[in-house]
């Protein structure tokens, strides 16, 4: 089984920063890419930031300049460093990784159980 697991999240005043974690465990052979996703109340989940095992990464517009993403392949763990927050950044943020289990299974797509991120204005 493979488990994803955030933390860091909390309350903060807006201008400050927090920091993300998302660690995989279990049975994992290889990892592609590891991104976060959020979801405020009454919108969509939306991608936020994602990171390739080469260190590739790709930034939604809102986050551009504020957010960085990262990752330590040989802990299967990604990281999101959130600067300038915004009330707007407030939302539910979802670790997701596109794995292999095993040498001979396909990848599959895993998403964490959520962090919840508050911006106070």
């Known amino acids: 089984q493979v488990q994803l697991v955030e933390s860091g999240g909390g309350l903060v005043q807006a201008g400050g920063s927090l920091r993300l974690s998302c660690a995989a465990s279990g049975s994992i052979f290889s990892i592609n890419t590891m991104g976060w996703y959020r979801q405020a109340p009454g919108k969509q989940r939306e991608l936020v930031a994602t990171i390739t095992s080469a260190g590739s990464t790709n930034y939604a517009d809102s986050v551009k300049g504020r957010f960085t993403i990262s990752r330590d392949n040989a802990k299967n763990t990604a990281y999101l460093q959130m600067n300038s927050l915004k009330p707007e950044d407030t939302a539910i943020y979802y670790c997701?990784?596109?794995?292999?289990?095993?040498?001979?299974?396909?990848?599959?797509?895993?998403w964490g159980q959520g962090t919840q991120v508050t911006v106070s204005s």
């Open positions: 997701n990784a596109l794995l292999k289990a095993s040498a001979l299974t396909g990848w599959g797509d895993y």
